[in-house]
């Protein structure tokens, strides 16, 4: 398919257990973005990555939360000591083309027990 | 502070009905306004773009206006169909080219047979 994929669908962890959420964007989009969405809010910026250039980290919540992204491609959201608040919806979306568009993935529903 | 606020919070109508979705932004300055459909499970897809210059924008049943002065948005959808239950969700640009969007909480609509 030539969307954006994330992997896991669905994850649940245990109270200060470490999780990784995947994203793999669409081929050639240089731009990716990860955001929380929770209950009834709307999503929340984590971080931003363009092409090879310094990744925008300001919206994430705590030093718990890191993402990277390997060969301007593939990436991995990182949370560790995983907290009952971290619980919600990570999308993830690349950009490209006119108007820097966002396409989306479907997400990966993290709960925390 | 920028913000995004969308209304009705939820709405319920009968199939082939039409109903009309508000969205009333502060973000300042302006560059595009978004509106996208998200399913239950899903990310977001996108519906509309509009500029500033731009006052209406079509897409099948779904139309889009704009009123840059008023910074006031509404999605109209035309003869729902059952398909059309789902989140919609308002999301507004600052400065052209910025990659920081601010994202309405959403109308949760409803389509009954």
């Known amino acids: 398919g030539a969307g954006v994929s994330q992997s896991p669908s669905n994850k649940v962890t245990e109270k200060g257990k470490d999780v990784e959420l995947r994203c793999d964007p669409i081929s050639g989009h240089t731009a990716l973005y990860w955001y929380r969405q929770s209950l009834g809010q709307g999503l929340e910026f984590l971080i931003y990555?363009?092409?090879?250039?310094?990744?925008?980290k300001s919206g994430l919540p705590s030093d718990r939360f890191s993402a990277e992204r390997t060969g301007g491609s593939v990436s991995t959201l990182t949370i560790q000591r995983t907290q009952q608040e971290d619980s919600a919806v990570y999308l993830c979306?690349?950009?490209?083309?006119?108007?820097?568009?966002?396409?989306f993935g479907p997400g990966t529903r993290l709960t925390v027990l | 502070k920028n913000q995004v606020e969308q209304s009705p919070q939820s709405l319920i109508i009968l199939e082939g009905k039409n109903c009309t979705l508000q969205c009333n932004y502060t973000v300042s300055p302006f560059s595009n306004l978004r509106w996208y459909k998200q399913d239950t499970g899903r990310g977001p897809v996108s519906l509309t773009i509009m500029t500033f210059s731009e006052n209406t924008k079509s897409n099948g049943r779904y139309t889009a206006t704009l009123d840059a002065d008023t910074k006031q948005s509404s999605l109209h959808i035309t003869a729902s169909q059952l398909s059309d239950s789902a989140s919609y969700i308002c999301v507004v640009s600052g400065v052209s080219g910025t990659y920081k969007y601010i994202f309405g909480t959403g109308t949760r609509l409803k389509v009954l047979a």
């Open positions: 990555f363009q092409g090879n250039s310094a990744p925008d």
């Open positions: 979306a690349s950009g490209g083309g006119n108007y820097n568009e966002q396409f």
